[in-house]
């Protein structure tokens, strides 16, 4: 499976992003699916992840109530919608995908990862 995350960009506080995770060489259905995010400097740290029945969604606090992790199983592709964005979003984003085990938010969980999307907010 190889996985391509996509749509970062500059933004200003308060505003929105959409990125997504295209899923390629198997179903998106099959795998956990989680977001990181990383600072230069500093460990990668987790997002939101969804699980493989695509059921249930995990945030880290710092973007629970902003950020929404979401599944399109037409398009392969497990989208993250990101609101009232703070400079404090800026970062590396990164997707990963697992399809074993019972799901966790560590990174060592995840098997498989995408290139970064890098996305900026300005204040």
């Known amino acids: 499976v190889q996985l391509q995350a996509f749509g970062g960009g500059l933004v200003q506080a308060g505003g929105s992003l959409r990125l997504s995770c295209a899923v390629s060489g198997d179903t998106v259905r099959s795998y956990s699916v989680g977001w990181f995010r990383q600072v230069p400097g500093k460990e990668r740290e987790f997002v939101a992840r969804?699980?493989?029945?695509?059921?249930?969604?995990f945030y880290a606090d710092s973007v629970k109530g902003r950020f929404t992790i979401s599944r399109d199983n037409a398009k392969n592709t497990v989208p993250l919608e990101m609101n009232s964005l703070t400079p404090e979003d800026t970062a590396v984003y990164y997707c990963a995908a697992a399809n074993h085990g019972l799901g966790s938010s560590s990174e060592y969980y995840f098997r498989y990862w995408g290139q970064g999307t890098e996305v900026t907010v300005s204040s």
């Open positions: 969804i699980t493989r029945s695509g059921g249930r969604t």
